[in-house]
């Protein structure tokens, strides 16, 4: 599978480049950057630390998805928008691990995705999603009278919070719950705000040094509480995960995916 990294000289691209050079059956055909980055023109594997592999950084999305199978997108959400458009015009697997999108941008990526298959997900990691749908069962069998509570950590560099795994675990306990998530999400607490309200989800955001990625749902009841805790160690985590559902993608229709999808955790008409 030919595949393109946008956002080539980040953590998450570098950790990308690495990811599709170890991985059979698939090779890295494109980099690209935005216009005016310093790293234009030098050679992916040089820029990610392994040896070079004659493709070189270019702000040229467009032919470089033209000679692509899909794309592999950790930007920002104006970036994945722009790249989703392009993405579907040929027709390529597009792959988006960023966050932070709102309901605007969700609403264009869902208009590419009826040309294109998109496999979206707040978190690429195989053990966070499994973590998804483990908050999932535990909130349904355990019921409203235990508080919810997702507590997330990541490196002080990072801009949006809740984190997009945050969100996708609280999406995960609002669905085994069957109840609406912004109907019941709190965000943030200060001052006298009184008792807790029955069914609330609540997100607590820490940041702080090189943390790469750290979450625990907290399911608290009468006397007792559970704990699922995920600690991200690495970032390969994410490009492999990432990687995977591109190959997975590949022989898909048109549509917006998850990575419960691609993990066969999730069931589509």
Same mark, same amino acid.
């Given at each position: ?38 790293? +234009? ?84 990691? +195989? ?40 969100? +996708? ?5 609002? $669905? ?37 990625? $750290?979450?625990?749902?907290? +399911? ?50």
């Amino acid at each position: 599978m030919r595949l393109v990294v946008v956002g080539a000289s980040g953590r998450m691209g570098r950790a990308l480049i690495r990811a599709v050079t170890e991985t059979e059956g698939t090779i890295l055909v494109g980099a690209v950057e935005r216009a005016g980055s310093h790293d +234009l023109g030098r050679d992916a594997g040089d820029l990610a630390g392994i040896d070079k592999l004659g493709v070189s950084l270019t702000d040229d999305a467009l032919t470089a998805f033209a000679h692509a199978d899909g794309v592999l997108d950790f930007t920002a959400p104006a970036a994945t928008v722009h790249y989703a458009e392009l993405a579907a015009q040929a027709r390529i697997v597009h792959v988006i691990g960023t966050t932070g999108c709102g309901p605007a941008d969700e609403a264009k990526l869902a208009a590419a995705a009826r040309h294109a298959v998109l496999v979206k997900s707040g978190n690429m990691s +195989l053990g966070v999603n499994l973590l998804a749908q483990l908050v999932r069962e535990a909130a349904r069998a355990l019921g409203p009278e235990y508080d919810v509570e997702i507590i997330e950590m990541h490196h002080r560099m990072k801009v949006d919070a809740p984190s997009g795994t945050a969100l +996708l675990l609280g999406q995960a306990a609002a $669905e085994g719950r069957r109840v609406d998530l912004a109907a019941h999400s709190v965000r943030s607490r200060d001052g006298h705000t009184g008792p807790r309200g029955l069914g609330d989800i609540g997100f607590a955001t820490l940041r702080g040094g090189t943390v790469v990625g $750290e979450h625990t749902v907290v +399911l608290a009841g009468p006397h007792e509480r559970l704990e699922l805790t995920h600690r991200a160690e690495d970032r390969s985590i994410f490009a492999r995960g990432a990687v995977r559902a591109a190959l997975w993608g590949m022989s898909r229709k048109p549509g917006l995916y998850s990575m419960a999808d691609v993990l066969g955790l999730a069931s589509r008409p």
